[in-house]
Each structure stands twice: as C-alpha cells, then as structure tokens.
Nanobody
Framework: QVQLVESGGGLVQAGGSLTLSCAASGRTFSSSAMGWFRQDPGKEREFVAAISWSGGRTSYADSVKGRFTISRDNAKKMVYLQMNDLKPEDTAIYYC?????????????????WGQGTQVTVSS
C-alpha cells in the first residue's frame, strides 16, 4: 500500500508560482506511477500531470503544458508539482495519486491511492 500526504498549497496572485509536494510512505512507491489531479467543487476531477516510476516519462494536460513540471525523488519518496505562471482557472484542490501497476495515466480510475488534497487559490 501507499499513503500520500500533499502540502504546499496556498493563495497566490495570477502569474505567481507554487510548488506542491507529495510525501509517500509504503514499499511500492518507487515502482508506482504517480499523478497529480485537481478538482473544483461541482466539477469532475481533472488530470494535471503524471510521471512514470523511474521519472523517465512525464505527461501533462494541455491546459498546464509549459507551465507545470512534475518530478519525483524515489530516495526521498517525494513527488513534486512545480507550478509557474498560475492563472485563476488553476484554482482547485490538488490531489496526489499513486498507480502501482501503471506507467502514468491521465485516467483517475487507474489510480488506487489518493492523498487528502491541498487547496490552491489563484487570485486575479
């Protein structure tokens, strides 16, 4: 199993930056693909970014491509989401997720483990 705890959310002005962190525990982290998703109240959970177990492959939603960067440190059991040039439409609760069997999917359904989320609010 994998336990996930997100941190780093907050309030930032448009154009600003934030780095989200996801601390993982559990033996299968280093072999798990990891993803970041976000959800606004009343909306479906949305894919943001994913990274393979080795970190060698990443993927991004079109809406964040070029602005966000996902990375991981398997030795520290950490996953990061560097967010630059933030926009008001990036406001959401951001979730970290683990897929022990996959290579990094944009589908939330394949992720078995989820954190509790961290709020990101971007003011205009």
């Amino acid at each position: 199993q994998v336990q996930l705890v997100e941190s780093g959310g907050g309030l930032v002005q448009a154009g600003g930056s934030l780095t989200l962190s996801c601390a993982a525990s559990g033996r299968t982290f280093s072999s798990s693909a990891m993803g970041w998703f976000r959800q606004d109240p009343g909306k479906e959970r949305e894919f943001v970014a994913a990274i393979s177990w080795s970190g060698g492959r990443t993927s991004y939603a079109d809406s964040v491509k070029g602005r966000f960067t996902i990375s991981r440190d398997n030795a520290k059991k950490m996953v990061y989401l560097q967010m630059n040039d933030l926009k008001p439409e990036d406001t959401a609760i951001y979730y970290c997720a683990a897929d022990p069997l996959g290579a990094g999917s944009s589908s939330a359904y394949v992720y078995n483990y989820w954190g509790q989320g961290t709020q990101v609010t971007v003011s205009s």
